[in-house]
């Protein structure tokens, strides 16, 4: 019988624990861009109706074998709600025409905001922007319309006009519209939440004045690492939940 998924997930174990085959390895578990790192743990999962068996726990796995299967009414919906303000700079969503066939999205919204209650849509994908074929793998979703560069003390969410490519939000939600061929419930293989990694960006900064070159061993090395953890809490903040 058809239910809601709970609204909290426990973390999933290390992804290198499953047994995926080379380039289907490379493509899930490798990140697009070293200055990014995925935040989809930071986040509660909820889908509005699922199969036994394919819901929330499958969609979240790392292999594309399993996904999300709805079991209700158009128009299917995923919540993703953050614990804290993000800032999204890749989005993309696993599909899969060739196994799916009719239970493939063919149109989605993509609608954040600070919660369910103010939602604004921030893109729309149809199928007709993939190669001749349908989808079959990581389609990105694009994100022309959204600003905010993420730094420190910005707390606007941005969802609107010409931007910087930089989703700021708390609550995502992708809504499933049509299927091809008119197919009632949907399948979603994966969803991956990239954001800017800004302790990446500091180190590549620190290297490139020639901070921790040729340092001393002994004291100062110890120091220099001390130091990393210091800005690491100040960035996240201290004493703030954050689920890894």
Known sequence: MAGTS???VTALSNPSETALDGDEAEDI???????LREIST???????????????????SPSPTQFWQSDGPQPHLLNIHFFKLVSIARLRIYLDLESDESY?????????????????????WRSGSTPEGGPRGWVDIGLERCWGRGGEGEEDVGVDGEGE????????????????QNGKDTHIRGVQIWAK????????????????????????????????EVEAWIEDGIGDAEIR
């Open 6 to 8: 709970p609204p909290e």
């Open 29 to 35: 578990l490798s990140p697009p861009l070293s200055s």
């Open 42 to 60: 930071l986040a509660s999962w909820t889908v509005s109706t699922y199969k036994p068996g394919c819901g929330v726990a499958a969609l979240r």
């Open 104 to 124: 493939t999205p063919t149109r989605m919204q993509f609608l954040a905001g600070h919660s369910e209650y103010d939602v604004v849509e921030f893109a729309e």
């Open 165 to 180: 490519g930089v989703l700021r939000c708390m609550f995502l939600q992708v809504k499933v519209l049509e299927n091809h």
């Open 197 to 228: 990694d800004e302790r990446e960006g500091r180190r590549v900064g620190r290297e490139r004045d020639g901070v921790g070159v040729g340092k001393a061993k002994g004291v100062l090395e110890s120091a220099e690492v001390w130091e990393d």
